[in-house]
């Protein structure tokens, strides 16, 4: 397995752990709109793969999971547990948990990412970061694993919580697009270019395969690709990194997924759904 391959298989849940954390959110941040914390449960599989890409199957199961509140952050738990079955070698299994806490103004982030191949650890990243009060100012972060390391955060980057709430914001007023630069801690000191595309908002009941907990949810169809961003020449590779496509509901819950690696494609259906409740911030 390549290091590509490895670093390929943990993408994926920055940005619906994003989303998790933005169903915390509650009115402060999206007025009128009831956006609970849940634990949400998807079923991974191959769509498609590529003569080149050496995967001629894959299958899975990927759980997040969101506490907290508004005045405490917001803690969220990911999950991916996947077997890759190559064209040429042996099968892998992949596991991947992400811890992440985020705070409340969107200024601070804390992340511990593990990935298990064949139930042996094979890499662990402990992060924080936290940007200046002036956004203008960018940010600082710490790594402690796999190797101590400092960084610099460019000027008006995002964390995941912030990044969503951006993407929601634009939704509700109509915009089409979206371009943000994130962090997301996932790959280390990395920083994202993130372009968002938004479909027109769909009345409830419009997604046949939607959760019963979902079905009276009005929701929007979002597309968001991933590139790696230059610091220094302030542009991206021409290739994304990687892309993802779902509907995302009013209460901020991605649906049914589809992650786009180049090589190969995963769909994630959402087979479980459980609203978890949430305490009141005074």
Not at 21 to 29: D, F, K, P, Q, T
Not at 245 to 251: A, G
Request: charged share 25%; glycine share 8%.
């Amino acid at each position: 397995m390549t290091r590509t391959r490895k670093h390929q298989i943990r993408r994926g849940a920055s940005l619906l752990l994003g989303f998790a954390a933005l169903a915390a959110l509650g009115s402060n941040a999206w007025a009128g709109v009831n956006i609970r914390a849940h634990r949400a449960v998807y079923d991974l599989k191959l769509e498609r793969s590529s003569e080149g890409s050496n995967v001629s199957g894959a299958d899975g199961r990927m759980v997040m999971e969101l506490t907290g509140s508004t005045c405490d952050g917001w803690s969220t738990s990911f999950r991916r547990v996947m077997e890759l079955r190559p064209n040429e070698g042996e099968t892998q299994l992949f596991d991947n948990q992400v811890a992440s806490w985020e705070s409340g103004d969107g200024r601070s982030l804390q992340l511990n990412d593990k990935q298990f191949i064949n139930n042996r650890l094979d890499s662990e990243t402990k992060l924080k970061a936290d940007m200046q009060a002036d956004p203008s100012k960018g940010g600082h972060g710490v790594i402690a694993e796999p190797k101590p390391e400092e960084f610099e955060l460019p000027s008006g980057v995002l964390f995941p919580m912030a990044h969503q709430i951006r993407i929601m914001q634009a939704a509700e007023r109509g915009e089409t697009r979206d371009v943000s630069i994130l962090f997301d801690g996932a790959s280390g000191s990395k920083v994202y270019k993130v372009i968002s595309f938004i479909g027109k908002r769909k009345e409830a009941g419009s997604d046949a395969n939607a959760d019963k907990a979902l079905k009276d949810m009005p929701f929007w169809p979002i597309s968001v690709t991933f590139y790696e961003y230059d610091k220094d020449q302030k542009t991206s590779e021409e290739l994304p990194s990687y892309q993802m496509s779902f509907p995302i509901y009013e209460n901020g819950v991605a649906g049914t997924l589809t992650i786009d690696y180049g090589e190969y494609v995963l769909s994630g259906k959402l087979t479980s759904l459980e609203l978890l409740n949430q305490p009141v911030c005074n």
